[in-house]
């Protein structure tokens, strides 16, 4: 079984269901034929994306698929044969700008998103027509017809990707300028992808610069410019070409470094190896081209140190030239903002009228408080408070005396009781005493004790 078959068997459920022709089912059961198609796009789009769609040459194409007969034969198995509603899916994936025919991506002017590219009906049906022979073909049976599509979902996850690294990493005006070696070495492992054919390129840098507006790409140059967040894109100038050859050849120079260092390690193994077993030209060959080696590190060194040092002042001059211009722009709209309020002159007759009017308020409301005023009387007012104080002292003094005469009652009622209290444990105290026989006290003098009041 082909790499590509197998990959179909693992990554989709329905596998058997695609070979059947379903075709029928767009009328009697329109959600198992939209299921299928759905099920054969994802897969296709998956096994493009994973560089196994049969290609031209030994690079496979990512965002885009080569259908026809060479397809047709791939995905041929012994047990299910030839799938039998190909061609009606991809037919319907164009009509719904799931797939876009590669030279009308590519050549298109408005984007893909714009309402008025949307192709018609009748212009899906005639492409069709045209693919199989200008009408004469038999529109009963499936045909999977020669084309190269673009795959509009691997696409649109490539541009996101890339915006997303692109906002860690292009974050000042020169860091936005790529070429395409750069721009491939910066993005390759955001994207994932270990190689990009060239049709990967222009469609991404296609879609980037005329469908989401992200950055001006140009085919002459190959210079791609990311635009600011929130900012269209601006031309592509000679300055930028420039900054984008330096950044270019300082990426090349950093690649090649740790290259030649190891290089010059695996002279230095060389070397003693060869001389440990005492093969002296051997060591020498090893150590001459070690010094060659040793001499091109250190120009490319000492060439990169020139080239970011130049890069470091290309960076600074832009940074300065966004300031300027920031500062220009500023210096306008506080012109703008000055010629709106009409100088200084202007400024000073509103305020001065505004103090005037201020005042004019101040006197109104001064007037009409002075006319609310009555006058008052200041002795019947001394009067009528010393007569409610007077009255408020009385009914605080009369609340006093009820008070103390209830707290003089409860207190000569407690007297009495231990009084009483009191004469009882006397009386108790000497029929005690009678009782077990001390002392015959006479009886005149027992109740003259016992009426005597207790102190």
């Not at 541009?159 to 990493?169: N, Q």
Request: charged share 30%; net charge negative.
């Amino acid at each position: 079984m082909s790499e590509l078959l197998e990959f179909l068997r693992t990554h989709e459920e329905a596998f058997p269901s695609l070979y059947s022709d379903f075709r029928f089912q767009k009328k009697t059961n329109p959600d198992g034929y939209d299921a299928n198609a759905f099920a054969w796009l994802r897969a296709l789009s998956a096994a493009a994306k994973a560089g196994l769609i049969p290609a031209q040459n030994t690079t496979h194409d990512r965002f885009s698929i080569r259908t026809g007969e060479e397809l047709a034969r791939a995905l041929t198995t012994q047990e299910h044969g030839r799938p039998l509603a190909l061609g009606a899916v991809i037919k319907d994936a164009v009509a719904k700008r799931e797939l876009i025919p590669l030279r009308t991506f590519l050549d298109a002017k408005t984007s893909i998103y714009a309402t008025s590219w949307v192709p018609s009906p009748w212009q899906v049906i005639q492409w069709g027509l045209r693919q199989l022979g200008a009408g004469g073909g038999d529109l009963s049976e499936d045909k999977l017809v020669a084309g190269n599509f673009v795959v509009v979902a691997n696409v649109e996850a490539a541009a996101k990707a890339v915006l997303d690294e692109a906002s860690k990493i292009a974050t000042s005006n020169t860091s936005r300028i790529f070429s395409r070696e750069l721009f491939q070495q910066a993005f390759g492992p955001a994207l994932g992808l270990p190689s990009k054919s060239e049709n990967d390129m222009s469609i991404l840098l296609t879609h980037l610069a005329r469908d989401r507006s992200a950055l001006s790409y140009s085919t002459q140059n190959g210079i791609i410019k990311f635009a600011p967040v929130s900012t269209p894109p601006t031309p592509i100038t000679e300055t930028d070409a420039n900054i984008a050859s330096v950044r270019t050849l300082i990426a090349s120079l950093n690649a090649q470094i740790p290259h030649l260092e190891t290089q010059i390690s695996n002279f230095t193994q060389t070397a003693k190896e060869a001389i440990f077993s005492q093969q002296p030209l051997m060591a020498k060959s090893a150590l001459r081209s070690k010094k060659l080696a040793t001499s091109k590190l250190e120009q490319r060194i000492a060439t990169l140190s020139q080239l970011e040092e130049v890069y470091d002042k290309i960076e600074q001059a832009s940074d300065q030239v966004e300031i300027v211009r920031v500062m220009e722009a500023s210096g306008q709209a506080l012109k703008e903002l000055n010629k709106q309020t009409g100088g200084v002159e202007k400024v000073q007759d509103v305020m001065e009228g505004l103090r005037e009017e201020m005042l004019d308020v101040d006197e109104v409301g001064k007037v009409i408080g002075e006319a609310g005023v009555e006058d008052v009387d200041e002795g019947e007012v001394e009067g009528e408070l010393e007569e409610m104080e007077r009255v408020e002292r009385e009914k605080r003094d009369a609340v006093e005396r009820v008070e103390r005469e209830r707290k003089q009652e409860a207190e000569r009622v407690e007297s009495e009781k231990r009084e009483a209290e009191e004469a009882e444990r006397t009386r108790q105290k000497l029929a005690e005493l009678d009782g077990i026989g001390i002392g015959n006290a006479p009886t005149g003098f027992v109740d003259e004790k016992a009426a005597e009041p207790v102190t």
